[in-house]
């Protein structure tokens, strides 16, 4: 981030700020399953750490704020979308891995009550949060 600041603070008297827009560490409502959590969580830095970076690198002014809205996707798109790896967090798994983890999707929408079923198709229902981490 030091490179970066210097590159846009070129004139003392504009004001320079930088958006990070990201995802939480932790605490996520994406359906996934236990392994995907975590690898999700040891590669996605936490706003606390990414906070400390902009600080070492000279900017001030750090505030961060979460916003969260409603999802809601096929059972099937989203199987669909792990199993050819949409995020580079399923990257870290096979093609079997990703087979079984589907089927713990599945298993798990069953039983999830916040899902629902339209015309035949098993809807997920989740929350998505985004990250807004301001720094000048």
């Not at 392994?35 to 906070?51: C, D, T």
Request: proline residues 3%.
């Amino acid at each position: 981030f030091k490179g970066m600041r210097e590159g846009i603070n070129t004139n003392e008297k504009r004001r320079t700020s930088l958006l990070i827009v990201t995802r939480p560490q932790t605490n996520i409502d994406y359906p996934l399953w236990d392994a995907a959590r975590k690898v999700w969580k040891e590669h996605q830095p936490s706003v606390a750490e990414l906070s400390n970076d902009l600080q070492m690198a000279g900017f001030t002014n750090i505030n961060s704020n979460i916003e969260t809205y409603k999802c809601s996707i096929s059972l099937a798109r989203w199987q669909n979308m792990v199993r050819t790896r949409c995020w580079s967090t399923f990257s870290n798994f096979s093609d079997a891995e990703l087979e079984h983890a589907c089927q713990v999707i599945e298993r798990d929408a069953k039983s999830n009550p916040r899902n629902k079923v339209v015309d035949g198709e098993i809807m997920l229902e989740f929350d998505d949060r985004l990250v807004f981490l301001q720094a000048s």
